[in-house]
């Protein structure tokens, strides 16, 4: 079983952008996102960041297959970029959250998920807010089955 831990997540400027559809589509979303963010001088501090906005699993697999998923997809940058209709520079903010490390393919992350909701449950907290994924590595440089997400639960 994944290892949850509690941390304290801090606020970090970011680029994001947001549509709907299925989640095999936020690759394109990112390829998008770190196209602008190098076209405008913006200096990229950290990996991707997902903001998972589906209440729960089961929510999250109806968005999929009815390709009406929010994909918010994120880059941290360490400077303010201006933004257009489709991309903008906001505030993602931190706080306390509950996190574990999928190793694996993106697809596979449920149990991870069911495990740290467990967890949650289990330690007498509540999620305060969307879930994130943090995509630690690039999908083009290693096998599926060494990718790394990192999931974060803001909580109460």
Known sequence: MAEIT?????????LGMRKRGAYEE???VLDELFQYA???GAEIVG????????AGREEAEMADREKNAVLDM????ANEVEGTDAITGYLLHGGTMAKTVHKGPYEDCGPAYDALFEWIQKNGKRIIGPTREVYLNDPREVPPEALLTEIYAPVA
Request: net charge negative; no cysteine; charged share 15%.
């Open 6 to 14: 509690l941390v304290d997540v801090e606020s970090q400027f970011v």
């Open 26 to 28: 936020i690759a394109g």
């Open 38 to 40: 190098r076209s405008h």
């Open 47 to 54: 990996p991707p960041i997902a903001i998972m906005h589906e």
């Open 74 to 77: 994120a880059l941290p940058v």
